[in-house]
């Protein structure tokens, strides 16, 4: 008898896609509108052209950070869907700390200021592992509401204390500068950042399926109890998940200032960061399994 388990990475996030296109065509037909031309138009709008495939990948590389930091705490068991405001404080902190340390050489100041970007999203979404791990509260709904406050926090910052003053009609902090933007990759017309999602994406693979420390988040995340039975610091693994997930978010809203935006304003909240739950969300247990081809 054939073992169908060894090719779970397969079909079950085909299963995923083609019951969630199938939920989605029976929607615009109830409204009134065909399914068909829908599809038609999302294809030509992603796929039909040079332009669109470069759009599609534009928009892929914070979605790519954005999924992971879902999808690493989920290996602890955490449920997390608070990425987009944890996004726009790595976002707002990478574009202020671009004015402070504008004396230092672009390369230089594209690392620290993103550095700057990733530790402001762990500490932001550590809060939640914290409430989690001491208080017991629910990560999902914790982290909803952290990134309602942080996107506060993120619109009070930019139309009040750092707002550039020749930004009118769009509030907007003051801009990185052209010479400290991330270049693009030969021949894609696309920027490094979507490079880094792919690099962070195999790593985390690697942390998650090859460490200790993996292994240690997916039996905290699959009985809580056998982990503090067997002496894990469940506490501690809980809060470094949220942490890991809180930077990946933080670096996809620097990577955001210093490839697309150059500064912070409302459309660095646009880029999608919560649909990106949904993706690696088909499976919360092990949403890895999708990178791995069976063997």
């Known amino acids: 008898m054939h073992d169908w388990s060894r090719?779970?990475?397969?079909?079950?996030?085909l299963l995923a896609t083609v019951g969630g296109l199938a939920v989605f065509m029976v929607?615009?037909?109830?409204?009134?509108?065909?399914?068909?031309?829908?599809?038609?138009?999302?294809?030509?709008?992603?796929?039909?052209?040079?332009?669109?495939?470069?759009?599609?990948?534009?928009?892929?590389?914070?979605?790519?950070?954005?999924?992971?930091?879902?999808?690493?705490?989920?290996?602890?068991?955490?449920?997390?869907?608070?990425?987009?405001?944890?996004?726009?404080?790595?976002?707002?902190?990478?574009?202020?700390?671009?004015?402070?340390?504008?004396?230092?050489?672009?390369?230089?100041?594209?690392?620290?200021?993103?550095?700057?970007?990733?530790?402001?999203?762990a500490a932001w979404m550590a809060l939640t592992g914290v409430l989690r791990a001491y208080r017991g509260l629910n990560e999902t709904i914790t982290s909803l509401l952290l990134s309602y406050i942080a996107i506060a926090l993120f619109n009070h910052m930019v139309?009040?204390?750092?707002?550039?003053?020749?930004?009118?009609?769009?509030?907007?902090?003051?801009?990185?500068?052209?010479?400290?933007?991330?270049?693009?990759?030969?021949?894609?017309?696309?920027?490094?950042?979507?490079?880094?999602?792919?690099?962070?994406?195999?790593?985390?693979?690697?942390?998650?399926?090859?460490?200790t420390l993996g292994f240690a988040m997916r039996i905290a995340g699959g009985n809580v109890r056998a982990a503090r039975l067997v002496g894990l610091p469940v506490a501690g693994l809980l809060i470094g998940a949220c942490a890991i997930g809180g930077a990946l978010a933080g670096l996809a809203g620097s990577i955001e200032i210093f490839a697309v935006q150059t500064s912070a304003n409302a459309s660095v909240l646009r880029v999608m960061a919560i649909p990106a739950f949904w993706s690696p969300s088909w499976r919360a247990r092990n949403p890895w399994r999708w990178c791995r081809w069976p063997s």
Not at 164 to 182: E, F, R, W
């Open 7 to 13: 090719y779970e990475g397969v079909w079950i996030p």
């Open 27 to 121: 929607f615009v037909w109830s409204i009134g509108q065909s399914p068909w031309e829908v599809l038609q138009v999302i294809y030509e709008g992603a796929f039909a052209s040079a332009f669109s495939w470069k759009n599609t990948l534009l928009r892929s590389a914070p979605l790519i950070l954005t999924g992971l930091a879902v999808a690493l705490p989920a290996q602890a068991g955490l449920m997390m869907i608070g990425a987009e405001g944890t996004l726009g404080l790595g976002a707002l902190m990478a574009a202020a700390s671009a004015q402070w340390l504008h004396a230092l050489p672009p390369m230089a100041l594209i690392v620290c200021c993103c550095a700057l970007g990733a530790a402001t999203g």
């Open 159 to 211: 139309e009040g204390p750092l707002r550039d003053p020749s930004s009118l009609n769009k509030p907007s902090t003051y801009p990185v500068g052209d010479a400290n933007l991330i270049g693009t990759i030969p021949g894609l017309d696309v920027h490094w950042g979507l490079m880094v999602g792919v690099i962070v994406a195999i790593m985390g693979q690697i942390l998650v399926s090859r460490t």
